[in-house]
Protein backbone atom coordinates (compact mmCIF):
# COMPACT_ATOMS: atom_id res chain seq x y z
CA UNK A 1 0.00 0.00 0.00
CA UNK A 2 1.33 2.91 -0.84
CA UNK A 3 2.03 5.34 2.17
CA UNK A 4 -0.23 7.93 3.34
CA UNK A 5 0.53 11.48 2.62
CA UNK A 6 -0.07 14.46 4.72
CA UNK A 7 -0.15 18.09 3.51
CA UNK A 8 -0.79 21.01 5.50
CA UNK A 9 -3.85 22.78 6.10
CA UNK A 10 -4.74 26.30 4.53
CA UNK A 11 -6.12 28.48 7.93
CA UNK A 12 -7.59 31.71 6.76
CA UNK A 13 -8.21 34.31 8.99
CA UNK A 14 -10.47 36.83 7.44
CA UNK A 15 -12.05 40.54 9.19
CA UNK A 16 -13.04 43.71 9.86
CA UNK A 17 -10.41 46.50 10.33
CA UNK A 18 -9.25 46.42 13.58
CA UNK A 19 -10.75 43.20 14.65
CA UNK A 20 -7.68 41.56 15.47
CA UNK A 21 -6.29 39.08 12.84
CA UNK A 22 -2.89 39.98 13.19
CA UNK A 23 -3.10 39.95 16.37
CA UNK A 24 -4.51 36.27 16.70
CA UNK A 25 -2.61 34.83 13.33
CA UNK A 26 0.67 35.56 15.60
CA UNK A 27 -0.77 33.81 18.84
CA UNK A 28 -2.50 30.96 16.46
CA UNK A 29 1.17 30.70 15.32
CA UNK A 30 3.01 30.49 18.41
CA UNK A 31 0.51 27.81 19.42
CA UNK A 32 1.60 25.67 16.73
CA UNK A 33 4.87 26.24 17.43
CA UNK A 34 4.84 25.33 20.86
CA UNK A 35 3.14 21.82 19.28
CA UNK A 36 5.89 21.20 17.66
CA UNK A 37 3.87 21.46 14.16
CA UNK A 38 5.29 23.18 10.69
CA UNK A 39 3.63 26.53 10.11
CA UNK A 40 4.18 29.34 7.77
CA UNK A 41 2.48 33.19 8.34
CA UNK A 42 1.24 34.71 4.85
CA UNK A 43 0.20 38.55 4.62
CA UNK A 44 -2.40 40.29 2.15
CA UNK A 45 -1.78 42.55 1.10
CA UNK A 46 1.89 41.21 1.11
CA UNK A 47 3.39 44.72 0.34
CA UNK A 48 7.12 43.58 -0.17
CA UNK A 49 6.65 42.64 -3.22
CA UNK A 50 6.23 45.02 -6.80
CA UNK A 51 2.62 44.31 -6.67
CA UNK A 52 2.14 44.81 -2.95
CA UNK A 53 4.18 47.85 -3.23
CA UNK A 54 2.18 49.40 -5.93
CA UNK A 55 -0.75 48.24 -3.14
CA UNK A 56 0.93 50.13 -0.32
CA UNK A 57 1.12 53.26 -2.27
CA UNK A 58 -2.91 53.41 -3.12
CA UNK A 59 -3.42 52.37 0.36
CA UNK A 60 -1.28 55.45 1.85
CA UNK A 61 -3.46 57.62 -0.86
CA UNK A 62 -0.19 58.48 -1.91
CA UNK A 63 -1.32 57.04 -5.44
CA UNK A 64 -4.39 57.26 -6.92
CA UNK A 65 -5.96 54.33 -9.37
CA UNK A 66 -8.77 53.01 -11.08
CA UNK A 67 -11.04 50.58 -8.65
CA UNK A 68 -10.93 47.90 -11.56
CA UNK A 69 -7.03 48.24 -11.59
CA UNK A 70 -6.83 47.99 -8.02
CA UNK A 71 -8.89 45.18 -7.75
CA UNK A 72 -7.18 43.33 -10.24
CA UNK A 73 -3.63 43.98 -8.41
CA UNK A 74 -5.03 42.54 -5.27
CA UNK A 75 -6.15 39.14 -7.10
CA UNK A 76 -2.63 39.37 -8.88
CA UNK A 77 -0.91 39.93 -5.28
CA UNK A 78 -2.72 36.16 -3.95
CA UNK A 79 -1.70 34.83 -7.60
CA UNK A 80 2.01 35.77 -7.24
CA UNK A 81 2.01 33.79 -3.89
CA UNK A 82 -0.11 30.69 -4.52
CA UNK A 83 2.46 28.60 -5.67
CA UNK A 84 4.59 29.14 -2.66
CA UNK A 85 1.72 28.79 -0.88
CA UNK A 86 0.77 25.33 -2.59
CA UNK A 87 4.76 24.42 -1.99
CA UNK A 88 4.37 24.69 1.78
CA UNK A 89 1.01 22.89 2.40
CA UNK A 90 2.16 19.97 0.14
CA UNK A 91 5.83 20.07 2.41
CA UNK A 92 3.56 19.26 5.32
CA UNK A 93 3.34 23.01 6.34
CA UNK A 94 0.28 24.43 8.09
CA UNK A 95 -0.26 27.61 6.42
CA UNK A 96 -2.06 30.80 8.25
CA UNK A 97 -3.29 33.45 6.43
CA UNK A 98 -3.88 37.15 7.26
CA UNK A 99 -6.90 38.15 4.99
CA UNK A 100 -7.48 36.16 1.61
CA UNK A 101 -9.62 36.44 -1.26
CA UNK A 102 -12.89 37.38 0.64
CA UNK A 103 -11.18 40.57 1.70
CA UNK A 104 -10.44 41.57 -1.55
CA UNK A 105 -14.56 41.04 -2.50
CA UNK A 106 -15.73 42.78 0.20
CA UNK A 107 -13.79 45.78 0.06
CA UNK A 108 -14.24 46.15 -3.85
CA UNK A 109 -17.94 45.23 -4.11
CA UNK A 110 -18.50 47.55 -0.90
CA UNK A 111 -17.39 50.37 -3.06
CA UNK A 112 -20.98 49.94 -4.78
CA UNK A 113 -19.83 50.34 -8.46
CA UNK A 114 -22.22 49.49 -11.22
CA UNK A 115 -19.40 47.96 -12.91
CA UNK A 116 -17.54 46.44 -10.14
CA UNK A 117 -20.58 43.61 -9.17
CA UNK A 118 -19.86 40.75 -6.60
CA UNK A 119 -19.68 38.28 -9.29
CA UNK A 120 -17.40 40.49 -11.26
CA UNK A 121 -15.23 41.13 -8.27
CA UNK A 122 -14.93 37.48 -7.55
CA UNK A 123 -13.61 36.42 -10.76
CA UNK A 124 -10.12 36.96 -10.85
CA UNK A 125 -9.68 35.31 -7.46
CA UNK A 126 -11.43 31.95 -8.75
CA UNK A 127 -9.29 29.30 -8.54
CA UNK A 128 -6.80 30.46 -6.29
CA UNK A 129 -5.77 27.65 -3.45
CA UNK A 130 -9.18 27.17 -0.97
CA UNK A 131 -8.77 27.67 2.41
CA UNK A 132 -9.81 24.51 4.46
CA UNK A 133 -11.27 26.66 7.00
CA UNK A 134 -11.91 30.67 7.33
CA UNK A 135 -12.05 32.32 10.68
CA UNK A 136 -14.21 35.46 10.49
CA UNK A 137 -13.12 37.87 13.27
CA UNK A 138 -16.29 39.62 13.97
CA UNK A 139 -15.76 43.32 15.86
CA UNK A 140 -18.36 45.73 16.87
CA UNK A 141 -17.67 49.77 15.68
CA UNK A 142 -17.42 50.72 19.51
CA UNK A 143 -14.63 47.94 20.01
CA UNK A 144 -12.88 48.79 16.92
CA UNK A 145 -13.07 52.60 17.91
CA UNK A 146 -11.60 51.89 21.65
CA UNK A 147 -8.68 50.27 19.56
CA UNK A 148 -7.14 53.39 18.69
CA UNK A 149 -10.25 53.71 16.13
CA UNK A 150 -9.83 53.04 12.00
CA UNK A 151 -6.59 54.11 11.05
CA UNK A 152 -5.56 56.44 8.20
CA UNK A 153 -5.64 54.21 5.90
CA UNK A 154 -8.56 54.13 2.65
CA UNK A 155 -11.51 52.20 3.86
CA UNK A 156 -10.72 53.08 7.56
CA UNK A 157 -13.90 54.57 8.03
CA UNK A 158 -17.21 53.24 9.55
CA UNK A 159 -19.48 53.42 6.22
CA UNK A 160 -17.45 51.57 4.00
CA UNK A 161 -16.65 49.32 6.88
CA UNK A 162 -20.95 48.58 7.26
CA UNK A 163 -20.82 47.49 3.93
CA UNK A 164 -17.87 45.65 4.00
CA UNK A 165 -19.22 43.52 6.50
CA UNK A 166 -22.33 42.58 4.89
CA UNK A 167 -20.31 41.32 1.18
CA UNK A 168 -18.38 39.18 3.99
CA UNK A 169 -21.82 37.99 5.49
CA UNK A 170 -22.88 36.96 1.96
CA UNK A 171 -19.27 35.44 1.35
CA UNK A 172 -19.46 33.33 4.22
CA UNK A 173 -22.83 31.95 3.34
CA UNK A 174 -21.57 30.72 0.39
CA UNK A 175 -18.29 29.20 1.25
CA UNK A 176 -20.06 27.76 4.19
CA UNK A 177 -21.09 29.00 7.43
CA UNK A 178 -20.68 26.75 10.00
CA UNK A 179 -18.39 24.34 8.27
CA UNK A 180 -15.65 26.05 6.19
CA UNK A 181 -16.39 29.37 7.56
CA UNK A 182 -16.75 30.20 11.14
CA UNK A 183 -17.81 33.74 12.82
CA UNK A 184 -15.71 34.64 16.07
CA UNK A 185 -16.54 37.19 18.49
CA UNK A 186 -13.97 39.53 18.17
CA UNK A 187 -14.90 41.96 20.84
CA UNK A 188 -13.67 40.18 23.85
CA UNK A 189 -9.91 39.71 25.35
CA UNK A 190 -7.38 38.58 23.16
CA UNK A 191 -6.80 35.64 24.79
CA UNK A 192 -10.95 34.26 24.54
CA UNK A 193 -10.66 34.61 21.12
CA UNK A 194 -7.23 33.00 20.42
CA UNK A 195 -8.90 30.19 22.66
CA UNK A 196 -11.54 30.10 20.17
CA UNK A 197 -9.51 30.29 17.48
CA UNK A 198 -7.09 27.27 18.55
CA UNK A 199 -10.07 25.25 19.61
CA UNK A 200 -11.67 25.31 15.79
CA UNK A 201 -8.53 24.89 14.06
CA UNK A 202 -7.70 21.11 15.99
CA UNK A 203 -9.27 19.19 13.27
CA UNK A 204 -6.66 20.60 10.80
CA UNK A 205 -3.73 21.66 12.26
CA UNK A 206 -2.09 18.57 12.61
CA UNK A 207 -2.36 18.36 8.58
CA UNK A 208 -5.25 16.62 6.36
CA UNK A 209 -5.63 13.96 4.38
CA UNK A 210 -7.90 16.25 1.89
CA UNK A 211 -6.87 17.06 -1.21
CA UNK A 212 -6.18 20.92 -2.07
CA UNK A 213 -9.59 22.36 -3.80
CA UNK A 214 -9.74 25.72 -5.80
CA UNK A 215 -12.05 28.29 -4.81
CA UNK A 216 -15.53 28.52 -5.77
CA UNK A 217 -15.18 25.33 -7.71
N1 LIG B 1 -7.84 44.96 1.23
C1 LIG B 1 -7.13 43.83 1.55
C2 LIG B 1 -8.52 45.07 0.00
O1 LIG B 1 -9.16 46.07 -0.28
N2 LIG B 1 -8.46 44.03 -0.89
C3 LIG B 1 -7.75 42.89 -0.62
O2 LIG B 1 -7.71 41.97 -1.48
C4 LIG B 1 -7.06 42.78 0.64
C5 LIG B 1 -6.26 41.55 0.96
C6 LIG B 1 -5.17 46.75 4.42
C7 LIG B 1 -6.44 47.11 3.71
O3 LIG B 1 -6.51 46.45 2.47
C8 LIG B 1 -7.85 46.09 2.18
C9 LIG B 1 -8.43 45.81 3.52
C10 LIG B 1 -7.73 46.79 4.44
O4 LIG B 1 -8.51 47.96 4.53
P1 LIG B 1 -4.24 45.10 6.20
O5 LIG B 1 -2.83 45.42 5.80
O6 LIG B 1 -4.55 43.71 6.58
O7 LIG B 1 -5.24 45.49 5.02
O8 LIG B 1 -4.74 46.06 7.36
P2 LIG B 1 -4.10 46.32 8.75
O9 LIG B 1 -4.26 47.79 8.92
O10 LIG B 1 -2.78 45.69 8.94
O11 LIG B 1 -4.95 45.48 9.74
P3 LIG B 1 -6.21 45.91 10.54
O12 LIG B 1 -6.30 47.34 10.78
O13 LIG B 1 -7.37 45.27 9.86
O14 LIG B 1 -5.93 45.32 11.95
P4 LIG B 1 -6.04 43.83 12.51
O15 LIG B 1 -4.92 43.02 11.98
O16 LIG B 1 -7.39 43.28 12.38
O17 LIG B 1 -5.85 44.11 14.06
P5 LIG B 1 -4.52 44.06 14.97
O18 LIG B 1 -4.29 42.69 15.41
O19 LIG B 1 -3.45 44.80 14.28
O20 LIG B 1 -5.07 44.87 16.22
C11 LIG B 1 -5.40 46.25 16.15
C12 LIG B 1 -5.20 46.89 17.53
O21 LIG B 1 -6.12 46.34 18.48
C13 LIG B 1 -5.45 45.67 19.55
C14 LIG B 1 -4.04 45.43 19.05
O22 LIG B 1 -3.12 45.35 20.10
C15 LIG B 1 -3.81 46.62 18.14
O23 LIG B 1 -3.45 47.74 18.89
N3 LIG B 1 -6.21 44.43 19.79
C16 LIG B 1 -7.06 44.27 20.82
N4 LIG B 1 -7.42 45.08 21.84
C17 LIG B 1 -8.34 44.60 22.72
N5 LIG B 1 -8.91 43.36 22.63
C18 LIG B 1 -8.57 42.52 21.64
N6 LIG B 1 -9.15 41.30 21.56
C19 LIG B 1 -7.61 42.96 20.67
N7 LIG B 1 -7.06 42.40 19.56
C20 LIG B 1 -6.23 43.30 19.03
NA1 LIG C 1 -3.51 43.62 10.35
Not at 112 to 131: F, G, H, Q, V
Request: net charge negative.
Amino acid sequence: MPERKQRGAFIVIEGLDRSGKSTQVSLLEKRCKDAGLPVRLVKFPDRTTPIGKLIDSYLRSDSEMDDHAIHLLFSANRWELAPSIIESLNAGTTVICDRYAFSGIAFSAAKNKPTMSYEWCRAPDIYLPAPDITLFLDVSPEKARERGGYGAERYENAEMQERVEHVFERIGVEIGDGSRWFAVDADREKEAVAEELWERVQPYVKGTEKPLQRLWE
